[in-house]
């Protein structure tokens, strides 16, 4: 419990100073904020608006209001000509996209790289090993981006396999929803299946030095019981820790990918947003990435933790 | 089945002085790129922003035009060098940010301990907290977006964007380097002998700790190169009409169907150039043993 009490002390202070940075991103802007904000307004709908952000209280004041906003939801909005609209109405909606998308890409991966590095482990230095090695090595020079643009240019255009745009949820049509899928979640995947494979092959081999594996195969235990239950568990945290550190680097490729197949997701409102010059919506979709992949990290250590007994009833 | 008793014992590899063919390939790629970069004002190319209509859309080959045309008919070829130059300059200008800041840091931090590391790895906490495309993309949409934004500033700003995200990856290969360096006898001759900290710490431990800096700056390089297409194509990448890979990526992202070549022959080139420094990376790596999990 211990363990768990000193990372909640410090996911507190990460989510401080990140939610501090982030509430702090409008008064960053040059010039006067306002101006960049609602450019088009008029001198009294700007004065309305510098009320209405706060702009001029003191650093305190607006980190305070801007927190107590965020976490009962109130977002801010999309300013334009004709009015203001509440940025949370397309959060609510682009959130549950952008998960399914990373879900599904973390499945895809860890479903060839964990029988891929457990078999190169067992058969380290085989030819195998070797091909599945390089292979792998070329992959993890892939940018995302590439990938998806490829993909979405031969299986997309040319051979017409599947569609290069839109979003179908799952409870609509789940066949239909896995197509326009496919090809977001490949491109996520292949660079992750390189480094998860890379990752648990050089673990397990380490593991597989150990005293218990060769006291379990003098025990006449069968060689895929002992890949399978005694090495692979020990392995397998390594490959929790960093598949939620891994988060990170997924959610910038989801973001890109997203605008890329037209998956209405964060990552989508994120490149509207950009492209608008809307800050606060900016500020807001931000700073719920950033809270989310703390918070993801966060859990992943405390499952660690939980799950591996040595570091469960270990007392510092 | 083969009886467990024949797993392999761990390869132990050995450790060659020479590269052998896929290293000195690498090489000689990165090279390539280097010098077509740094000759692009005096190669015999065409203007890279110069639009001839009829090359427009039109594939490898037309014309005495290597790579053909982009979307409005200017060089491929040309742009991709020029573009070399900018995603270079723009990748390795944030890697040497990222070294001389993170460098700084992580040897204070190591070397002093105490309160300076505490300070600087909660720093670098913090920094890793975000997840890196986004702390890029929300600095340079927050600093150089806009209408009286200079293609100078926007440039300026992404080194920035990119070197920061950059900190905290160099800082902690530094400190954990530090912190193991500063324990060795010839650190603490040097204490007894009345050297200051100032040149323990620049004189003795640096040169021992840079090695494996060099070795993730190489990672490094190619990980800005990539996040400038991802950035490039969110719309804040470089700058146009300066063209970078990604930015050419980008621009002929809409032509997909009518000229792939555009988007193709710039991915090739980010795609070998981040192969060749990964391959180095590791290469480098193995040699001076940098442990991965110190990422």
């Known amino acids: 419990m211990r363990v768990v009490a000193r990372r909640l002390v410090h996911l507190l202070v990460v989510l401080f100073f990140v939610t501090l940075f982030v509430a702090l991103l409008t008064s960053m802007l040059p010039g006067d904020p306002v101006d960049a904000i609602a450019g088009f307004a008029s001198e009294e709908q700007k004065e309305a608006l510098r009320e209405d952000l706060g702009l001029d209280d003191p650093v305190w004041t607006q980190y305070g209001r801007w927190i107590g906003d965020f976490v009962t939801g109130d977002l801010g909005g999309y300013y334009s000509v004709t009015g203001e609209r509440p940025v949370m109405d397309r959060v609510s909606t682009a959130l549950p996209v952008s998960l399914q998308l990373m879900v599904e890409a973390q499945l895809l991966a860890l479903v060839f790289a964990v029988p891929l590095g457990v078999y190169s482990a067992y058969r380290a230095g085989s030819r195998f090993d070797r091909t599945a090695s390089a292979t792998l090595f070329g992959l993890l020079a892939i940018p995302n981006f590439a990938l998806a643009l490829v993909l979405a240019y031969y299986v997309g255009v040319e051979l017409g396999w599947l569609p290069v745009s839109g979003y179908v949820a799952p409870n609509e049509d789940l066949l239909e929803h896995f197509r326009r899928m496919a090809m977001p979640a490949v491109s996520l995947a292949v660079g992750q299946i390189a480094v998860y494979m890379r990752l648990l092959r050089s673990d397990m081999i380490a593991t597989l030095q150990e005293d218990f594996i060769t006291m379990a195969k003098a025990k006449g235990i069968p060689p895929s019981h002992v890949l399978w239950r005694h090495a692979l568990r020990p392995s397998s945290l390594t490959l929790l820790t960093v598949a939620g550190l891994n988060v990170g680097t997924l959610i910038g490729g989801a973001v890109i990918v997203e605008v890329i197949f037209s998956l209405p997701g964060m990552g989508l409102l994120l490149f509207e947003a950009i492209n608008a010059r809307q800050y606060i919506a900016l500020q807001s979709l931000v700073a719920i990435i950033a809270v989310g992949y703390v918070l993801i990290n966060f859990l992943v250590d405390v499952l660690y933790a939980v799950l591996d007994p040595r570091i469960r009833h270990a007392r510092a | ?295």
């Open chain 2, 1 to 295: 089945m083969p009886e467990p008793d024949q797993v392999a014992p761990v390869a132990i590899r050995a450790r060659r002085r020479t590269l052998g063919v896929p290293g000195k390939l690498a090489v000689g790629w990165l090279l390539l790129v280097v010098i077509a970069a740094l000759l692009a004002p005096v190669l015999p190319l065409d203007d890279p922003n110069d639009p001839v209509g009829s090359i427009a859309r039109q594939g490898p080959g037309t014309d005495g035009h290597v790579l053909g045309g982009d979307g409005l008919g200017r060089d491929l070829f040309s742009r991709l060098v020029w573009g070399a130059r900018a995603s270079l300059l723009l990748s390795v200008s944030a890697v040497i940010l990222g070294i001389v800041i993170g460098g700084f840091l992580g040897l204070v931090a190591g070397y002093f301990r105490g309160r300076f590391d505490t300070l600087f790895v909660g720093l670098f906490d913090v920094l890793l907290s975000f997840p890196q495309l986004i702390l890029a993309l929300t600095l340079v949409t927050v600093l150089a977006t806009g209408e009286g934004v200079s293609s100078t500033r926007r440039m300026v700003v992404l080194v920035f964007a990119l070197g920061v995200v950059s900190i905290p990856v160099l800082g902690r290969i530094a400190r954990a380097n530090t912190l193991t360096w500063s324990q060795r006898e010839f650190v603490l001759a040097a204490r007894a002998m009345g050297a200051r900290h100032r040149s323990i710490m620049f004189g003795e431990v640096l040169p021992n700790v840079l090695p494996a800096m060099f070795s993730i700056a190489l990672l490094g390089i190619a990980v800005v190169i990539v996040a400038e297409g991802g950035l490039s194509l969110l719309g804040v990448g470089v700058r146009l009409p300066t063209p970078s890979w990604g930015n050419i990526i980008a621009e002929g992202r809409s032509e997909l169907r009518d000229a792939p070549h555009v988007v193709l022959a710039p991915t090739v080139a980010i795609f070998l150039t981040v192969l060749a420094l990964n391959y180095l990376g590791d290469v480098v790596r193995s040699r001076l043993d940098v442990r991965e999990s110190a990422l």
